[in-house]
């Protein structure tokens, strides 16, 4: 009789939740993931993307062994070889390109594919020691965190349990029944002793129909509405006068910038009508116990850092930051603040080398001087992930690019590779995981033993380096030690715990986690709502000009805005493999649709100079009029990667990243991957 055990683990993916998970393994295999109702934040239970997880393990597109590719680039057709060879032909290719081209002729591409410490930033030590070009990892939260940056320093966001005691939970530019799902139970919690949820976002999303009040913003639009609601906080003389004296510095200027500005800049800016922002204002004047919790989301256009710190601000100017029962502001929890030199060697480097900002992939790839010879991917799927997916695209179709992938089953990315290598999934290994949506830190130990022949990164890049014959100390170390080492003396990590009983399982709570959110009671920080040192950037929070929202001569040739948020069955690309054929939707206001000639259910072709793809139109009142919402990053549907007559690479239809763009945001070098002008026509 087959005997079942259970294996505590945690879940790797680029999720706030970090949920504590049980594996149920049985003959050596995964047979089902269930929720560990020991973990105080998850509690017993996790997302339905995550249960359908052993599937992936074992399903055919997993890559289990290396590959050479034997079709044309992008073709997906591979032999076999085997590690050695592998290992072999990356390193006499490596150095045949550093000498031919130098260091900085390769490029390292990697993410959070995988969110265990140790793996993902595995490749670092190797990469400065070969001195190749650095990646400017910026995908997702570089403008949100620069932006929170700016007014609270390296401030903590206040616990997630804290909102359990809130009368008002404000869900700013974050879809909670999607992308936070565990954070609902304290909405949930505080519901039931009467308070309100109001949900402030482009369309009206999941929670924002679980809601209590929504509010229709227009996308980029949130300083608008945030300055707006301070104004008349100040003209009702509503503001937190005590908590602002104490703890923060600049609000005379701040306050007399909102108020020298015409209530017509807020209203056109935001989109939200002045009665509105003044009901708004009313609101949080009148519900000391708020909860503000951010989302990245609203960070990805072009004045996405200002909305951060245009929202902080006014949870400043509410006194929000003292913390106390039911009150707070989450962005992102900073709960642990390891020091990620221990992980990634930057003192391995003999030189600085340049650095590429990943959201400009396309650009690396098709015209950076001197040129990328070789792209080396894991933990990622630029091809579907990254902006500008046409240009991203014709860069893996160079002849001349030497392309690496590591990678656990057949992505986009993974189609390109010459050199295909087989990667473990989180089951198979040993890392570190810490959530960024609240305070707990743990160890997880590799349930089962590795499909086919897959290595982790860390395997990876440790036995690669041996090849390449470096033999600092840091290629000997093991994932344990590497894991000891980055927990000894962590910043965050509670005194009086021991590093070896969290290898054994124990979860760790921050030490910067206070039961009531006080993060501001020992008066050591102090919010900043004037920068006189940040020029060129603004001082304070303010209105600025939109980017591609704001240019004249793209609305007039592409009307529609576009956003592009998170799927509830995807997480960002991951799962597409579950999908194939699935197109995604659309939501086009009724309006809208009208005017386009598109009825509900049509096939529609979205475009712009950059490229185009095909969605499902679904004609709905839960978007507004010009915004297009195009939720998930699904993976393209083969016949829609046709060339048509001309061979112009436009003809393809990509995935939903051929529309968006390489522009950076304002702050912090982010992608503005909800700042999109497009044209909508029915198929
Ligand atoms: N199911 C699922 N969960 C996920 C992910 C996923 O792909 N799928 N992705 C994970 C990752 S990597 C991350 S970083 C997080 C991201 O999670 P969040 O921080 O929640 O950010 P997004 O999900 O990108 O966007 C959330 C909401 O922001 C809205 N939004 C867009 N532009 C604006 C704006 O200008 N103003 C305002 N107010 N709102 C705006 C969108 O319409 C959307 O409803 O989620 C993680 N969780
Ligand atoms: N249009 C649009 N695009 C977006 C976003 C959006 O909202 N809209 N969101 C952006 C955001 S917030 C983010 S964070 C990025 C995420 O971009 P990525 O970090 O690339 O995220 P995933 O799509 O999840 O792809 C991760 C890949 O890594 C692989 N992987 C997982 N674990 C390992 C491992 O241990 N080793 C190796 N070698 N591979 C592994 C997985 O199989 C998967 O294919 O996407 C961004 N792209
Ligand atoms: S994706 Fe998020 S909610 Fe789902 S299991 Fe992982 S951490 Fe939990
Ligand atoms: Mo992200």
């Given at each position: 009789m087959a005997i079942k055990i259970q294996k505590k683990t945690i879940c790797p993916l680029d999720c706030p939740d970090t949920c504590g998970m049980l594996a149920t393994v049985e003959d050596g295999r995964v047979v089902a993931l269930h929720g560990d109702k020991d973990h105080p934040y998850t509690a017993g239970f996790i997302c339905r993307k995550m249960r359908r997880y052993p599937e992936r393990l074992y399903c055919a597109q997993r890559i289990l062994y290396p590959q050479l590719r034997v079709g044309r680039k992008g073709a997906g057709e591979f032999r076999r070889i085997d590690w050695q060879q592998a290992l072999d032909i990356l390193a006499a290719r490596l150095k045949a390109i550093c000498q031919q081209y130098g260091g900085e002729s390769i490029l390292p591409y990697s993410y959070a594919g995988n969110m265990g410490a140790v793996n993902r930033f595995a490749g670092y030590p190797f990469f400065h020691r070969l001195g190749t070009s650095r990646l400017d990892q910026t995908i997702c939260s570089a403008a949100s965190g620069a932006g929170w940056q700016k007014q609270c320093g390296n401030l903590p966001g206040c616990p997630p349990e804290n909102a359990a005691d809130a009368e008002l939970i404000v869900a700013w530019g974050i879809n909670i029944k999607v992308?936070?799902?565990?954070?609902?139970?304290?909405?949930?919690?505080?519901?039931?002793?009467?308070?309100?949820?109001?949900?402030?976002?482009?369309?009206?999303?999941q929670t924002g129909k679980a809601a209590d009040n929504y509010l229709q913003v227009k996308p980029g639009g949130d300083s608008g509405l945030a300055l707006g609601v301070m104004k008349s906080l100040i003209e009702k003389n509503k503001i937190d006068q005590q908590f602002i004296d104490r703890h923060t510095e600049g609000f005379a200027q701040q306050?007399?910038?909102?108020?020298?500005?015409?209530?017509?800049?807020?209203?056109?800016?935001?989109?939200?009508?002045?009665?509105?922002?003044?009901?708004?204002?009313?609101?949080?004047?009148?519900?000391?116990?708020?909860?503000?919790?951010?989302?990245?989301g609203l960070s990805r256009n072009s004045r996405g850092g200002m909305s951060v710190r245009a929202i902080a601000s006014l949870a400043a100017c509410l006194g929000l930051f003292a913390g106390g029962k039911g009150r707070g502001v989450l962005l992102s929890s900073g709960a642990f603040r390891g020091d990620k030199g221990k992980l990634t060697y930057p003192d391995l480097a003999s030189a600085p080398t340049r650095i590429v900002n990943m959201i400009q992939l396309g650009h690396a790839l098709t015209a950076l001087d001197p040129p990328v010879k070789a792209l080396i991917v894991y933990n990622s799927n630029p091809m579907s992930v990254n902006p500008d997916g046409a240009m991203v695209r014709r860069g893996l179709q160079r002849e001349d690019l030497f392309t690496v992938v590591h990678e656990q089953v057949m992505t986009p990315t993974a189609k390109y590779a010459d050199l295909l290598l087989p990667a473990t999934i989180f089951l198979e290994n040993l890392d570190v995981y810490t959530g960024y949506g609240h305070f707990y830190l743990g160890v997880a130990q590799p349930a089962i033993e590795p499909v086919g022949e897959a290595w982790s990164n860390f395997k990876l890049f440790q036995s690669l380096a041996l090849k390449m014959g470096f033999n600092e100390p840091v290629f000997q170390q093991s994932c344990e030690e590497r894991i000891v080492d980055y927990l000894t003396d962590m910043p965050g990590f509670p005194a009086g715990c021991a590093v070896q009983d969290v290898l054994a399982g124990s979860l760790v709570h921050s030490a910067y986690s206070s039961v009531d959110g006080r993060v501001l009671a020992d008066g050591t920080h102090t919010l900043r709502l004037l920068s006189p040192n940040s020029v060129p950037e603004p001082t304070m929070a303010c209105l600025t000009a939109?980017?591609?929202?704001?240019?004249?001569?793209?609305?007039?040739?592409?009307?529609?805005?576009?956003?592009?948020?998170?799927?509830?069955?995807?997480?960002?690309?991951?799962?597409?493999?579950?999908?194939?054929?699935?197109?995604?939707?659309?939501?086009?206001?009724?309006?809208?649709?009208?005017?386009?000639?598109?009825?509900?259910?049509?096939?529609?072709?979205?475009?712009?100079?950059?490229?185009?793809?095909?969605?499902?139109?679904?004609?709905?009142?839960?978007?507004?009029?010009g915004v297009l919402v195009a939720e998930g990053i699904f993976w393209p549907v083969e016949e829609d990667a046709e060339v048509a007559g001309n061979g112009s690479e436009n003809a393809i239809h990509g995935g939903i990243n051929d529309l968006t763009s390489q522009k950076l945001t304002d702050m912090g070098g982010g992608a503005t991957f909800h700042e999109s002008l497009v044209s909508l026509a029915k198929i």
């Open positions: 992308t936070n799902v565990h954070f609902w139970r304290y909405v949930t919690h505080a519901r039931k002793k009467g308070a309100r949820l109001l949900v402030i976002d482009p369309y009206c999303n306050a007399a910038y909102v108020m020298a500005r015409d209530w017509e800049s807020f209203v056109s800016e935001s989109g939200v009508a002045k009665d509105e922002i003044e009901e708004l204002a009313a609101l949080l004047a009148g519900a000391p116990r708020t909860f503000f919790r951010i989302g990245i939109a980017g591609e929202f704001g240019d004249p001569d793209l609305q007039s040739r592409y009307p529609f805005r576009l956003i592009t948020p998170p799927h509830p069955d995807l997480l960002n690309s991951t799962f597409g493999e579950f999908y194939p054929g699935t197109r995604g939707s659309v939501l086009v206001h009724p309006e809208d649709a009208a005017m386009c000639q598109v009825q509900d259910g049509d096939t529609v072709r979205l475009s712009n100079g950059r490229g185009q793809t095909k969605r499902l139109a679904k004609v709905t009142t839960d978007t507004g009029r």
